[in-house]
């Protein structure tokens, strides 16, 4: 074989691998630093209990009311008609009365309304819905 050829054959492989390599890695995002997840349009079906925020999608100011909406699920199914209680576990954030209460709808969506962001940070939120329990977290930035 001729040093043409095989320059030839070495750039059709590598090729081929990069074509592969592509294709592998494009289920996957970068979902967190220095880590990877699947991509948000994965079809794979959510294997039991989990509490997933909803609102607000990105921080808040400090001074801030603010609305955190859950939704509540098991194997994918809503747990519709449950308890959801709200409680501040650390950070610059309070309820009145120290937790909040609400129940989720036919979707499994409930609302805490009443959050107060008192300074920058981030704040911890403990959620249960009936037994499952999950704590979220929301960036607070400065005013």
């Known amino acids: 074989m001729t040093r043409t050829a095989r320059g030839g054959a070495a750039a059709l492989a590598l090729a081929l691998v990069a074509m592969l390599a592509a294709g592998l890695l494009s289920g996957c995002t970068a979902g967190t630093p220095g880590?990877?997840?699947?991509?948000?349009?994965?079809?794979?079906?959510?294997?039991?209990?989990?509490?997933r925020v909803v609102s607000p999608e990105g921080g808040v100011r400090a001074g801030d009311e603010v609305r955190l909406v859950v939704r509540a699920t098991d194997d994918g199914a809503p747990l519709a008609g449950r308890d959801a209680t709200f409680e501040v576990v650390s950070g610059p954030a309070e309820y009145p009365g120290g937790f909040e209460t609400s129940t989720t709808d036919a979707d499994g969506v409930a609302s805490s309304?009443?959050?107060?962001?008192?300074?920058?940070?981030?704040?911890?939120?403990?959620?249960?819905?009936?037994?499952?329990?999950?704590?979220?977290?929301?960036?607070?930035?400065?005013?």
Do not use: K, N
């Open 35 to 51: 880590g990877a997840g699947p991509s948000p349009s994965s079809s794979a079906a959510q294997r039991g209990p989990a509490i």
């Open 113 to 143: 309304l009443g959050l107060h962001a008192e300074g920058a940070g981030r704040v911890t939120i403990r959620v249960a819905v009936g037994a499952v329990r999950s704590d979220v977290t929301i960036d607070v930035g400065r005013p």
